[in-house]
């Protein structure tokens, strides 16, 4: 079984920062592409940024230049710095992992966490 448990969402004035952070744990054999998705009330799930094992970034071009993704291979986490928020951020922040375990080493599974919300408010 493999969790990915994400933390550090919170309420934030316009202009503030946030770092999220998400862990996974289980039979990990290795992790692929790490990535931060995000869905706002009334709206589809929209990547926001992924990051693969080779430390390879994209961005959603709303975000780009504000937010940065980053990993450490080490502690199975991902991490999004997310800086000069707007409104318009204001969602549930989901982390993705393509994960390899013990058990099917040949294939990546898909999985998420359970979200975190992120509100920019003033």
């Known amino acids: 079984q493999v969790q990915l448990v994400e933390s550090g969402g919170g309420l934030v004035q316009p202009g503030g920062s946030l770092r999220l952070s998400c862990a996974a744990s289980g039979s990990i054999f290795s992790i692929n592409t790490m990535g931060w998705y995000r869905q706002a009330p009334g709206k589809e799930r929209e990547l926001v940024a992924t990051?693969?094992?080779?430390?390879?970034?994209n961005y959603a071009a709303s975000v780009k230049g504000r937010f940065t993704i980053s990993r450490d291979d080490a502690k199975n986490t991902v991490h999004l710095q997310m800086n000069s928020l707007k409104p318009e951020d204001t969602a549930v922040y989901y982390c993705?992992?393509?994960?390899?375990?013990?058990?099917?080493?040949?294939?990546?599974?898909?999985?998420w966490g359970q979200g975190t919300q992120v509100t920019v408010s003033s």
């Open positions: 990051i693969t094992s080779a430390g390879s970034t």
């Open positions: 993705n992992a393509d994960i390899r375990t013990y058990y099917y080493r040949d294939t990546p599974y898909n999985y």
